[in-house]
């Protein structure tokens, strides 16, 4: 059963141009998302976060958008670096200090 | 600030082999510990996590175990390696929040 799923295996992006990656939800339960950066032979980086109160969070290159009546949300990299390149996985919580499901995530690759 | 350690780095193990990875946490008190495994191409898988010293829940049944014999160190062990058991582990913490933060990860491969 996943309850969380990133239905794009990879996606590749020019230099400059958006990067939007996709992450749909299952448990209305959810109330906390994540999206975490790995480069190959690495831990994962936390990236940005949005609570299910918001609609938005803004860090930088790096906005995160949430659509709860979806039960989607995405991330918009502009504009994309060939250092953006890397896996991008997609995570969720119910529960404060607790435990989080992640996505089995996208490969972005961005050309120069 | 808080630092994530993990080792080995990298491991290769024959099958039936026993194994033991560590992972210790600075710079902060009574964290959540967890372990995570990333098969080649797929998602992080979590496998155990920690909420106190001797305080161990499971994810999923496997050929692994984990302990937390102190504070900040929590470690993963199998009696005997299966193949299945390649993959990437990884050690995470948190002190309450969401964000959890990563190790640099164990590469394990059973021979």
């Known amino acids: 059963d996943q309850q969380v799923k990133q239905n794009s295996p990879s996606l590749s992006v020019q230099e400059g141009r958006i990067s939007i990656l996709n992450c749909d939800y299952t448990n209305s339960m959810f109330d906390y998302f994540l999206w975490y950066k790995k480069y190959p032979a690495e831990g994962p980086t936390f990236l940005i976060s949005i609570s299910s109160i918001k609609d938005k969070n803004e860090d930088g290159r790096f906005t995160v958008f949430l659509n709860k009546s979806a039960k989607h949300l995405s991330l918009h990299i502009v504009p994309s670096q060939p250092g953006d390149s890397a896996v991008y996985f997609c995570?969720?919580?119910?529960?404060?200090?607790?435990?989080?499901?992640f996505g089995a995530g996208t490969i972005l690759r961005v050309k120069s | 600030s808080q630092t994530i350690h993990q080792w080995p780095a990298t491991l290769v193990q024959p099958v039936g082999s026993p194994l033991s990875l560590e992972c210790t946490v600075e710079?902060?008190?009574?964290?959540?510990l967890y372990w995570y495994r990333q098969a080649a191409g797929r998602g992080l898988q979590l496998l155990f996590y920690?909420?106190?010293?001797?305080?161990i829940s499971s994810e999923v049944p496997q050929n692994l175990s984990a302990s937390r014999p102190q504070d900040r160190q929590f470690i993963l062990s199998s009696k005997k390696l299966l193949l299945s058991d390649s993959g990437f582990y990884l050690c995470a913490w948190t002190s309450g929040a969401y964000e959890q933060y990563f190790g640099p990860g164990t590469r394990l491969t059973v021979t």
């Open positions: 920690s909420v106190g010293i001797g305080q």
């Open positions: 710079g902060t008190s009574n964290p959540n």
């Open positions: 995570a969720a919580s119910g529960e404060y200090g607790n435990k989080l499901v």
